[in-house]
């Protein structure tokens, strides 16, 4: 296989991890409502969110993961002096970074299964956005790989996180005045 074959299996993967990446906080938001939910209606809930999640996490976002990390690995191998370059240790530390989420979600997805709920939807909400700014970044900085045009990416990725948050605590809010809360 060559460079551009990697790259191209390296982008789909990517592309469907990052769609689990982006997925899941959402069923755990919903999974999380659901259980204030009446029952019958909350045990038939949590049962589907808890299949949904288990389903997306071990057939999709996990094997997405490693075969991005493999095509990673391999396009690393095939041009390794892209390692001395700065724009490359950054893109790898935002990796691992995304790793660290990948992780974190994993450890919500075991304690919903076991009916721990320790945040609130409207965390979830804000924890979902979290792979965004990780896209964002790192897209940013594969693309221009100068440091001064990433600085300006940064300062416009703060910008956008800033409008992510604002946005998410207006929702609440406007969901708060419909329902009387």
């Known amino acids: 296989m060559t460079y551009l074959h990697f790259k191209a299996l390296h982008i789909i993967f990517v592309v469907s991890w990052f769609a689990g990446l982006f997925y899941m906080p959402r069923l755990f938001v919903y999974h999380t409502e659901a259980n204030d939910k009446p029952s019958p209606e ?5 049962a589907q969110f808890t ?5 997306l996490f071990n057939a999709i976002m996990t094997p997405a993961c490693w075969l991005a990390l493999l095509c990673g690995t391999a396009m690393l191998y ?3 002096a892209w390692l001395d370059q700065g724009w490359m240790k950054l893109k790898l530390l935002f990796v691992v970074g995304l790793l660290a989420y990948h992780s974190i979600t994993r450890k919500i997805l075991l304690e919903l299964r076991a009916g721990k709920f320790r945040y609130s939807s409207f965390q979830l909400r ?5 792979a965004t700014i990780f896209l964002f970044s790192i897209v940013f900085l594969v ?6 045009d990433w600085l300006w990416g940064v300062l416009g990725l703060i910008a956008f996180a800033i409008v992510i948050m604002t946005a998410v605590r207006i ?9 009387g809360v």
């Open 143 to 148: 693309v221009l790989k100068n440091t001064v």
């Open 171 to 179: 929702v609440k809010r406007m969901r708060e005045k419909r329902a």
């Open 126 to 130: 804000l924890f979902n956005e979290v």
């Open 42 to 46: 909350r045990e038939i809930l949590l």
């Open 78 to 80: 095939i041009t390794p």
């Open 51 to 55: 299949k949904m999640e288990k389903l």
